[in-house]
């Protein structure tokens, strides 16, 4: 559960950060548009275990012992890591479809009252964007909480797959493997029973809205 909150909290950040760095059309953040965009293709295009495998044992295997903080050589941090990359990607085409639903309209309207470019980014299209795309949002944060289980593969035994994997090899008892699926499963039911409630509430007030 921490490296999953952590995680989530970092795709956050990452994935808007990367969203908006593709929607600036300046000509002067072209290098920085680009750099967006390969960082989506690629890491969208790649499975998220095999970054894992090579971040988990590719980094510890170029680094020379002594020059970096044991901590950041950590299985979980470097899964962590790992993941952040691939849901970043993933995110951001989230957020980046959210900002493209917002009629051309309201940033205009922004920008008659006075408003920077930002200034309407910041306080017209992204709270708009941000709640549209809430539904999806949630959607990925249950498939990062199951991709979770995959750092086991770098032999962090701090992720509930691996204590019950470690369990079970060693007493012949396969319980803790349905203990870690319940587990599982309090976290990802209540986050859909969550997505279904918001898309309806969605539907209600557009519906509304068209009524209006």
């Not at 990367?18 to 600036?24: D, E, F, K, T, W």
């Not at 691996?162 to 319940?182: D, E, G």
């Not at 599982?184 to 509304?208: C, E, F, M, N, W």
């Given at each position: 559960m921490k490296l999953f909150i952590v995680c989530e909290i970092l795709v956050?950040?990452?994935?808007?950060?990367?969203?908006?760095?593709?929607?600036?059309?300046?000509?002067?953040?072209?290098?920085?548009?680009?750099?967006?965009?390969?960082?989506?293709?690629?890491?969208?295009g790649l499975p998220v275990i095999l970054v894992i495998y090579a971040i988990g044992f590719g980094v510890p295997a170029l680094v020379t012992p002594g020059t970096v903080p044991s901590w950041m050589l950590d299985p979980a941090v470097l899964g962590g890591f790992a993941l952040v990359l691939c849901?970043?990607?993933?995110?951001?085409?989230?957020?980046?479809?959210?900002?493209?639903?917002?009629?051309?309209?309201?940033?205009?309207?922004?920008?008659?009252?006075g408003l920077t470019n930002a200034q309407a980014m910041r306080f017209v299209v992204l709270p708009q964007a941000v709640r549209r795309v809430i539904p999806p949002l949630l959607n990925d944060f249950i498939a990062l909480t199951k991709d979770v289980a995959l750092?086991?593969?770098?032999?962090?035994?701090?992720?509930?797959?691996?204590?019950?994997?470690?369990?079970?090899?060693?007493?012949?008892?396969?319980?803790?493997?349905?203990?870690?699926?319940?587990?599982?499963?309090?976290?990802?039911?209540?986050?859909?029973?969550?997505?279904?409630?918001?898309?309806?509430?969605?539907?209600?007030?557009?519906?509304?809205?068209?009524?209006?």
């Open positions: 956050l950040i990452l994935g808007l950060t990367i969203a908006v760095s593709r929607g600036v059309r300046s000509p002067a953040f072209f290098p920085l548009r680009l750099f967006a965009t390969v960082y989506t293709d690629v890491f969208r849901y970043s990607a993933y995110v951001a085409e989230v957020y980046r479809a959210g900002i493209d639903s917002v009629h051309p309209s309201q940033r205009a309207a922004a920008r008659s009252l750092v086991s593969i770098l032999g962090a035994s701090v992720e509930a797959f691996r204590q019950a994997q470690i369990y079970a090899a060693s007493n012949f008892n396969y319980t803790p493997l349905m203990a870690a699926a319940l587990l599982y499963l309090s976290v990802t039911i209540p986050l859909a029973r969550i997505v279904d409630h918001l898309q309806t509430r969605d539907q209600r007030l557009r519906g509304a809205g068209g009524a209006v």
